[in-house]
Structures are given as structure tokens and as C-alpha cells.
Nanobody
Framework: QLRLVESGGASVQAGVSLKLSCVAS????????MGWFRQAPGKEREFVAA????????FYGDFVNGRFEISRDNTRKRAYLQMNNLQAEDTAVYFC?????????????????WGQGTQVTVSS
């Protein structure tokens, strides 16, 4: 069982960058696909990005348009989400999630373990 804890959320002005971190505790982190999701006020949770076990395969939500980059460090049991040129519509709680499936997935149901989330607020 993995326990996930996110950090790095903040209140920022539009146009700046933030890097979110997710640290895992528990076995076999390197065997899990890692994903980031977000939930804005009054909206459903949506897929942001995912990365394969090895880090060689990444997959992004349609809205990302090259602004975000997911990465991982298996030695440190961490996953990251670099977010650039943040906009007001990026305001949300961002969640880290882990999947023990072999494929990189965009569906919430594929992810078995979830963090509590970190708040990102972007003001224009």
C-alpha cells in the first residue's frame, strides 16, 4: 500500500510557474504509474498528466497544451508536476495518484492510491 502526500501548492499571479511534488511511502513505488488530477470548485475531478513506471511514457490532459510536465524520481519515491504560465482556470486542488496497472491511464478508476491534495490558486 502506498501513502501519497502532495506539496508545493500556493497562491500565485497568472503567468508564473509552480512545481508540485508528491512523495510516496510504502513498497514498490517504481512499479506504479503515477498520475496528477485536479478538481476546481464546483467541477468534477479531471485528469492532468500521468507517467509510466520508467518515466519514458507520459500522457497529458487536452487542456495542458505543453504548459505542464510530469516527471518522477524512483530513487526518492517522488513524482512531480511542473506547471508553467499558470492561468486563473488552473485554480484547483491538485491530487497525486498511483496505479498498479501496466498502462498509463487517464481514468480515475485506474488509480488505487490517492493523496489528500494541494491547493493551487491563480489570480489574474
Amino acid at each position: 500500500q502506498l501513502r501519497l502526500v502532495e506539496s508545493g501548492g500556493a497562491s500565485v499571479q497568472a503567468g508564473v510557474s509552480l512545481k508540485l511534488s508528491c512523495v510516496a511511502s510504502g513498497p514498490l513505488f517504481s512499479n506504479h504509474v503515477m498520475g496528477w488530477f485536479r478538481q476546481a470548485p464546483g467541477k468534477e475531478r479531471e485528469f492532468v498528466a500521468a507517467i509510466s513506471w520508467s518515466g519514458q511514457i507520459t500522457f497529458y490532459g487536452d487542456f495542458v497544451n505543453g504548459r505542464f510536465e510530469i516527471s518522477r524520481d524512483n530513487t526518492r519515491k517522488r513524482a512531480y508536476l511542473q506547471m508553467n504560465n499558470l492561468q486563473a482556470e488552473d485554480t484547483a486542488v491538485y491530487f497525486c495518484a498511483a496505479s498498479d496497472r501496466s498502462n498509463v491511464e487517464r481514468y480515475e478508476s485506474a488509480y488505487k492510491f490517492w493523496g489528500q491534495g494541494t491547493q493551487v490558486t491563480v489570480s489574474s
